[in-house]
């Protein structure tokens, strides 16, 4: 059983940043590509960006130069700063990790852009 726990979302104005942490724990051998996803009310749920185990990155179009993806294997974790914030980016984020053989979700963390 793997769990993932996302934080570090919040209420920010336009232009702002914030930084998103997600931490994989339980049993793990190895986890590969890991992503940031985010699903507005109404809408279907999005890739934001994802990095390899080799670290490569990947972005959707709409946040690439402001968004930025990493992750720290030691402490199975992956981050997404986010700067210069629009309205629309205003989602829950969640991630997502291939962990050994299954994909593998966390509850989500709410991200609010508004002035």
């Known amino acids: 059983q793997v769990q993932l726990v996302e934080s570090g979302g919040g209420l920010v104005q336009p232009g702002g940043s914030l930084r998103l942490s997600c931490v994989a724990s339980g049993s793990i051998f190895r986890i590969y590509t890991m992503a940031w996803y985010r699903q507005a009310p109404g809408k279907q749920r999005e890739l934001v960006a994802l990095i390899t185990s080799g670290d490569t990155t990947k972005y959707r179009d709409s946040v690439k130069g402001r968004f930025t993806i990493s992750r720290d294997n030691a402490k199975n974790t992956v981050y997404l700063q986010m700067n210069s914030l629009k309205p629309e980016d205003t989602a829950v984020y969640l991630c997502?990790?291939?962990?050994?053989?299954?994909?593998?979700w966390g509850q989500g963390t709410q991200v609010t852009v508004s002035s």
């Open positions: 997502n990790a291939i962990v050994d053989v299954r994909s593998s």
